[in-house]
């Protein structure tokens, strides 16, 4: 199985600064057909899980620009660029690329 | 809209079975590729399987710790998917979420607690 290998595991920030988090795989997520599963999830205190990025770095309906996505490969990085208080929660990466699709072990957000 | 609402979850001894439902709305049911995603009680997130659409063969996915004891299934009719879980162990506790097959929705999860 894929292994993807977050950080870091925890994340505090204040509000209105940036944030970065990392995620890293075994190996390349490129799939055959060129595309490269790897998505971002945001899941607040309580919630089910929500995807905010697709194929790297395609935002979601709904999610707001100050979240990103980018990378290549075997590494990305989600980024937010001024964090808000909605912002709390845990993220996680995941790749679909090859199956079983796994997920990263998650990152949690939390203020400063 | 699209929705998931799972049902199904509970308290289940050791050794015993449940099965999952899941009812689909606000998309084209037949088409879609369906999983299983859980998440132990303050734990990270975990694939259990998939089953894809007819038009690909309906075929299903497990993960290593639920294949042979799991079984993924749909009604297209009912826009339902399924989890047969069988010989539960105390490790299979968790909340159990309905996706759609690219991840981009998830169900408000159904809990089964395993233990005696």
């Known amino acids: 199985d894929v292994v993807m290998t977050q950080s870091p595991l925890s994340l505090p920030v204040t509000l209105g600064q940036p944030a970065s988090i990392s995620c890293s795989s075994g190996?390349?997520?490129?799939?055959?057909?060129?595309?490269?599963?790897l998505s971002w999830f945001q899941q607040r205190p309580g919630q089910s899980p929500r995807r905010l990025i697709y194929?790297?770095?395609n935002r979601d309906s709904g999610v707001p620009d100050r979240f990103s996505g980018s990378g290549s490969g075997s590494d990305f990085t989600l980024k937010i660029s001024r964090v808000e208080a909605e912002d709390v929660g845990v993220y996680y990466c995941?790749?679909?690329?090859?199956?079983?699709?796994?997920f990263g072990q998650g990152t949690k957000l939390e203020i400063k | 809209e699209v929705q998931l609402v799972e049902s199904g979850g509970g308290l289940i001894e050791p050794g015993g079975s449940l099965r999952l439902s899941c009812l689909a709305s606000?998309?084209?049911?037949?088409?879609?590729?369906m999983s299983w995603v859980r998440q132990a009680p303050g734990k990270g997130l975990e694939g259990v399987g998939r089953?894809?659409?007819?038009?690909?063969?309906?075929?299903?996915d497990y993960a290593a710790p639920v294949k042979g004891r799991f079984t993924i299934s749909r009604d297209d009719s009912k826009n339902t998917l399924y989890l047969q879980m069988n010989s539960l162990k105390s490790d299979d506790t968790a909340v159990y979420y309905c996706?759609?097959?690219?991840?981009?929705?998830w169900g408000q999860g159904t809990l089964v607690t395993v233990s005696s």
């Open positions: 194929q790297v770095s």
């Open positions: 190996r390349s997520l490129v799939s055959s057909n060129g595309n490269t599963y």
């Open positions: 606000g998309l084209t049911f037949s088409n879609a590729w």
């Open positions: 995941l790749q679909g690329t090859h199956w079983p699709d796994t």
């Open positions: 089953i894809k659409s007819k038009t690909n063969g309906e075929t299903v």
């Open positions: 996706i759609t097959g690219d991840y981009g929705r």
